[in-house]
């Protein structure tokens, strides 16, 4: 029963999101609406739990992984869970498409740069977590951090498909260059 309540949540939530962006630019307020709607769906934590959602084996390459919750067939409004189980740093990068975050369980920091002729700096930071998350526009950069010492997850949901972004730029700290951030394939398929 869990299952199909989720799907039924997950294609609502999604069905609300695609019919609030028809038409329209995406703008920061835009934005902010599709993350209210994600919060509501968060919000729903006994639909989304560590043991439907397992983070990587201890000893796996990495720390987190995204599970694909929802995607439409031209790649757009694609939504994921990701979950982390251990330290996760990513640095600073752009999206090429609209990206909203938020929290269903545990800490994970997000830091805000701007572009320098020299790199990036830092701007803000906010902290996804239940009730709270960010948005962002295509060009805006942003870092995430995860000190875990229990399972963080967390909505991703972004304007297309993190398989069809390969033109993600992210700053290479030791080499001082802007560098191809190439497109996400370690993705979980779990779309019911």
């Known amino acids: 029963m869990i299952k199909e309540e989720r799907r039924t ?7 609300r999101i695609r019919e609030r962006t ?19 769906l968060a919000g729903k934590t006994h639909l989304f739990s560590v043991a439907d959602f397992p983070p990587p084996e201890e000893g796996s390459k990495r720390n987190s992984c995204l599970y694909r919750l929802s995607e439409d067939e031209d790649h757009r409004f694609a939504l994921y869970l990701n979950v982390a189980g251990g330290k996760v740093s990513a640095p600073p ?3 090429t498409t609209w990206a909203v975050i938020v929290g269903i369980e545990g800490q994970e920091e997000n830091r805000f740069y ?5 790199g990036v700096e830092q701007t803000g930071r906010a902290m996804v977590e239940p009730g709270a998350g960010i948005a962002l526009m295509p060009d805006d950069l942003h870092t995430i951090h995860i000190e875990a010492e229990a399972p963080v997850l967390n909505f991703h949901m972004y304007g297309l498909g993190l398989e069809q972004l390969d033109g993600r730029n992210f700053w ?3 080499e001082n260059c802007w560098k191809v ?7 979980r398929e779990a779309r019911l």
């Open 22 to 40: 028809a038409g329209q630019d995406v703008t920061p307020e835009l934005l902010d609406d599709i993350k209210q709607q994600l919060l509501h």
């Open 93 to 95: 990068h752009d999206h």
């Open 181 to 187: 951030f190439p497109a996400h394939t370690d993705i």
């Open 9 to 15: 949540a997950i294609a609502e939530a999604v069905a």
């Open 172 to 174: 290479n700290a030791r």
């Open 114 to 118: 701007r572009r320098k002729q020299d």
